[in-house]
């Protein structure tokens, strides 16, 4: 079958389209139910079945492949390199989930892991899917305000992190900043559990901390605990609209079927293939395809620590890809954009044989053209733009590599929908709009597996924010069109989440932050666009009145506590103090114009602005703060 037939049967039947799927995988207990609806109206795939996540990610392979590389472990940041087999990673995950159990970790528990890069990182994460305890992995770039936010949600029994993480050659001390988020929480787990790095040893306290090693040792190793297909496997926090972040929650089941789906037809992987998905397991990639796609499928994954630039040089990357003969790559398109700045000519490419390489995908923020064609000229491989999002936790566009004929790249599209993926444009009021009209990308229900259906102990807040905008569709919370031969384009989002070198962020966190300020009456954060990390959030302030702050102190104060308290990836470095903000007669901020003004792009005059003269006034100011 070809893709119109595959994409058809999967649109008609997609119940019959996904347990023909769910076959592929190993179950403990095959599903009798597919798709079901819950009690909060959303879905549910594969219920009623039972497996074990990380046996599809170990124990199913000991047999055929126990002495094939399960993650090469390369840390240009620490000149390490490592080259685990999946016998050895079976036997580091059994014991660590021993160690774990041993201290009452068990099913449907929460564990937070705040980890940098190294490989104990992928063996938590499979330890608590041994267990059915469900983690939820926290950004390492986030700061202890960032994460007690999310201990106080997820309410984590224990909480895994290593003694420091690297940022090019600066050790980042983490135990510090794991102790300054316990204090800030109100939830206090029962313990810290530290894997200790020899370049930098953490202070423990006595009555809390754990030693990586010492807390497994003399531990029975742990056999895999059968859960539901509906069970959760984790949480994972995003940004939304409103401050708090949401915790995404991913269900075994339908995430083990849409990997294995992903893995071979989507990226064209098979058993024993060398896989690199270039990212950090703090994101929804480095969870789908750094450690459980890769491994679940059979396949060799690199575990890279490091930076695409500096570690020691541009040709980083290409390095990784001869010296393990990568045939596959996943990577936001700012690595390439930073590679590219630093050599332009790609002299260093050319020192490394790349000819395993088969194609290369990005996703996670706009590819812009001139990047594209560096990078194709440069490599002389497909370079595929594709797209998803947290809450999808695989791909919802894209060709696939690993049927007969993929559809080929169109510049600035993120191709055509996956099957499972029934992707619609509807304007403002739900109605569906012409071809290459620009609207709302939904997608119709149901979604295909994998896809999340519950906000952590907030089901209401996953229909308000997904199911309610548009009923009968998902609301992905983008914007863009789909042209006559059904190639999706993404323009940006139609939300206040803005995208920094690849890391969704939202500007009402950065607002809450700014206004603490003593000086400050009010704010808007809005994205700007900027050629390296694609956006930039930038601060239009209102002073209180009678406040005369002078600006560059301002400015330097905001970005320090946004550094502080958002974390350093948040890139926040302009404030621009302005008279009074755009806003309704009801008094609500006009934040979507701010954004168009930002962005050069057409505006219409709302007809519930207060007063339109400040519009004016605020272009001018961006135009000499050089924002536009
Ligand atoms: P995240 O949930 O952090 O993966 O961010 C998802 C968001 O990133 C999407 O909603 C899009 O706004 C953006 N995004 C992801 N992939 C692409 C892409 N290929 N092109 C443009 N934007 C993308």
Same mark, same amino acid.
């Given at each position: 079958m070809g893709y119109n037939e595959e994409y058809l049967a999967a649109q008609?039947?997609?119940?019959?389209?996904?347990?023909?799927?769910?076959?592929?995988?190993? @179950?403990?207990?095959?599903?009798?139910?597919?798709?079901?609806? /819950?009690?909060?109206?959303?879905?549910?795939?594969?219920?009623?079945?039972?497996?074990?996540?990380?046996?599809?990610? #170990?124990?199913?392979?000991?047999? /055929?492949?126990?002495?094939?590389?399960?993650?090469?472990?390369?840390?240009? =940041?620490?000149?390490?390199?490592?080259?685990? %087999?999946?016998?050895?990673?079976?036997?580091?995950?059994?014991?660590?989930?021993?160690?774990?159990?041993?201290?009452?970790?068990?099913?449907?528990?929460?564990?937070?892991?705040?980890?940098?890069?190294?490989?104990?990182?992928?063996?938590?994460?499979?330890? +608590?899917a041994r267990l059915g305890a469900i983690h939820s992995v926290v950004f390492g770039g986030f700061a202890p305000n960032e994460m007690a936010i999310r201990i106080d949600d997820a309410k984590p029994k224990v909480i895994l992190t290593a003694s420091c993480g690297i940022e090019f050659e600066k050790k980042i001390a983490y135990k510090p900043l794991v102790d300054k988020a316990i204090d800030l929480a109100a939830h206090k787990p029962a313990h810290t559990i530290v894997c200790q790095r020899p370049m930098m040893m953490a202070e423990m306290n006595a009555e809390r901390d754990l030693d990586w090693y010492d807390c497994q040792h003399g531990a029975?190793?742990?056999? +895999?605990?059968?859960?539901?297909?509906?069970?959760? #496997?984790?949480?994972?926090?995003?940004?939304? $609209?409103?401050?708090?972040?949401?915790?995404?929650?991913?269900?075994?089941?339908?995430?083990? *079927?849409?990997l294995n789906y992903a893995l071979?037809?989507?990226?064209?992987?098979?058993?024993?293939?060398? @896989? @690199?998905?270039?990212?950090?397991?703090?994101?929804?990639?480095?969870?789908?395809?750094?450690?459980?796609?890769?491994?679940?499928?059979?396949?060799?994954?690199?575990?890279?620590?490091?930076?695409?630039?500096?570690?020691?040089?541009?040709?980083?990357?290409?390095?990784?890809?001869?010296?393990?003969?990568?045939?596959?790559?996943? +990577?936001?398109?700012?690595?390439?954009?930073?590679?590219?700045?630093?050599?332009?000519?790609?002299a260093l490419a050319k020192k490394y044989d790349l000819s395993s390489l088969n194609w290369v995908f990005v996703a996670g923020e706009k590819l812009d053209s001139s990047t594209y064609q560096w990078l194709d000229t440069l490599l002389?491989?497909?370079?595929?733009?594709?797209? @998803?999002?947290?809450? /999808?936790?695989?791909?919802? %566009?894209?060709?696939?590599?690993?049927?007969?004929?993929?559809?080929?790249?169109?510049?600035?599209?993120?191709?055509?929908?996956?099957?499972?993926?029934?992707?619609? *444009?509807?304007?403002?009021?739900?109605?569906?709009?012409?071809?290459?009209? $620009?609207?709302?990308?939904?997608?119709?229900?149901?979604?295909?597996?994998?896809? =999340?259906?519950?906000?952590?102990?907030?089901?209401?807040?996953?229909?308000?924010?997904?199911?309610?905008?548009?009923?009968?569709?998902?609301? %992905?919370?983008?914007?863009?069109?789909?042209?006559?031969?059904?190639?999706?384009?993404?323009?940006?989002?139609?939300?206040?989440?803005?995208?920094v070198s690849g890391h969704r962020l939202s500007t009402g966190e950065m607002e809450e932050v700014v206004s603490s300020h003593p000086a400050v009456a009010e704010c808007a954060v809005i994205g700007a666009n900027d050629a390296m990390k694609g956006q930039v959030p930038v601060g239009l302030i209102v002073l209180k009145a009678g406040e005369e702050v002078e600006e560059n102190q301002l400015e330097a104060e905001l970005v320090q506590m946004v550094r502080d308290q958002v974390g350093a990836l948040a890139c926040f470095r302009q404030a621009i103090i302005v008279q009074r903000l755009p806003k309704t007669r009801s008094g609500k901020i006009l934040r979507a114009i701010l954004r168009k003004i930002v962005a050069k792009d057409d505006y219409k005059m709302p007809s519930t602005i207060d007063d339109e003269s400040i519009l004016t006034e605020i272009t001018e100011l961006m135009d000499q703060a050089g924002m536009r």
């Amino acid at each position: 079958m070809g893709y119109n037939e595959e994409y058809l049967a999967a649109q008609q039947n997609p119940e019959a389209y996904w347990a023909e799927q769910s076959k592929r995988i190993k @179950w403990f207990k095959a599903p009798e139910t597919i798709l079901s609806k /819950t009690a909060n109206g959303t879905y549910s795939w594969y219920a009623d079945g039972e497996m074990n996540s990380c046996y599809l990610a #170990l124990d199913q392979h000991l047999e /055929t492949r126990g002495d094939q590389v399960a993650l090469y472990y390369d840390s240009p =940041a620490t000149d390490t390199k490592q080259q685990i %087999t999946y016998k050895q990673l079976h036997t580091k995950v059994a014991r660590f989930a021993g160690g774990l159990k041993r201290l009452g970790v068990g099913k449907g528990d929460t564990v937070v892991i705040y980890m940098p890069m190294i490989p104990e990182a992928a063996v938590a994460m499979l330890a +608590c899917a041994r267990l059915g305890a469900i983690h939820s992995v926290v950004f390492g770039g986030f700061a202890p305000n960032e994460m007690a936010i999310r201990i106080d949600d997820a309410k984590p029994k224990v909480i895994l992190t290593a003694s420091c993480g690297i940022e090019f050659e600066k050790k980042i001390a983490y135990k510090p900043l794991v102790d300054k988020a316990i204090d800030l929480a109100a939830h206090k787990p029962a313990h810290t559990i530290v894997c200790q790095r020899p370049m930098m040893m953490a202070e423990m306290n006595a009555e809390r901390d754990l030693d990586w090693y010492d807390c497994q040792h003399g531990a029975e190793p742990a056999d +895999c605990v059968p859960v539901k297909g509906s069970d959760p #496997l984790y949480i994972l926090y995003t940004s939304g $609209t409103t401050g708090a972040p949401k915790g995404i929650v991913r269900d075994n089941g339908g995430h083990a *079927v849409a990997l294995n789906y992903a893995l071979h037809n989507v990226y064209g992987m098979n058993p024993g293939d060398v @896989w @690199w998905g270039a990212s950090d397991i703090g994101w929804v990639v480095g969870h789908s395809f750094i450690v459980y796609g890769p491994l679940m499928g059979g396949c060799s994954a690199i575990f890279f620590e490091g930076k695409p630039i500096r570690t020691p040089d541009a040709g980083t990357f290409w390095r990784v890809i001869d010296e393990y003969k990568v045939n596959s790559m996943f +990577c936001a398109p700012t690595a390439f954009r930073a590679i590219r700045k630093e050599d332009p000519e790609g002299a260093l490419a050319k020192k490394y044989d790349l000819s395993s390489l088969n194609w290369v995908f990005v996703a996670g923020e706009k590819l812009d053209s001139s990047t594209y064609q560096w990078l194709d000229t440069l490599l002389q491989v497909p370079v595929i733009d594709h797209w @998803w999002q947290t809450e /999808t936790g695989w791909p919802m %566009t894209s060709p696939m590599m690993g049927w007969d004929n993929p559809s080929e790249a169109r510049l600035g599209s993120t191709n055509k929908a996956i099957p499972g993926y029934d992707i619609r *444009v509807v304007d403002g009021e739900g109605q569906e709009v012409e071809a290459n009209e $620009t609207g709302n990308i939904v997608v119709k229900l149901p979604m295909p597996p994998g896809v =999340a259906w519950d906000i952590w102990k907030q089901p209401q807040r996953f229909t308000d924010s997904y199911l309610t905008a548009f009923p009968g569709y998902y609301h %992905t919370g983008d914007g863009g069109f789909i042209d006559d031969d059904g190639y999706v384009y993404i323009t940006g989002r139609t939300d206040d989440v803005i995208n920094v070198s690849g890391h969704r962020l939202s500007t009402g966190e950065m607002e809450e932050v700014v206004s603490s300020h003593p000086a400050v009456a009010e704010c808007a954060v809005i994205g700007a666009n900027d050629a390296m990390k694609g956006q930039v959030p930038v601060g239009l302030i209102v002073l209180k009145a009678g406040e005369e702050v002078e600006e560059n102190q301002l400015e330097a104060e905001l970005v320090q506590m946004v550094r502080d308290q958002v974390g350093a990836l948040a890139c926040f470095r302009q404030a621009i103090i302005v008279q009074r903000l755009p806003k309704t007669r009801s008094g609500k901020i006009l934040r979507a114009i701010l954004r168009k003004i930002v962005a050069k792009d057409d505006y219409k005059m709302p007809s519930t602005i207060d007063d339109e003269s400040i519009l004016t006034e605020i272009t001018e100011l961006m135009d000499q703060a050089g924002m536009r």
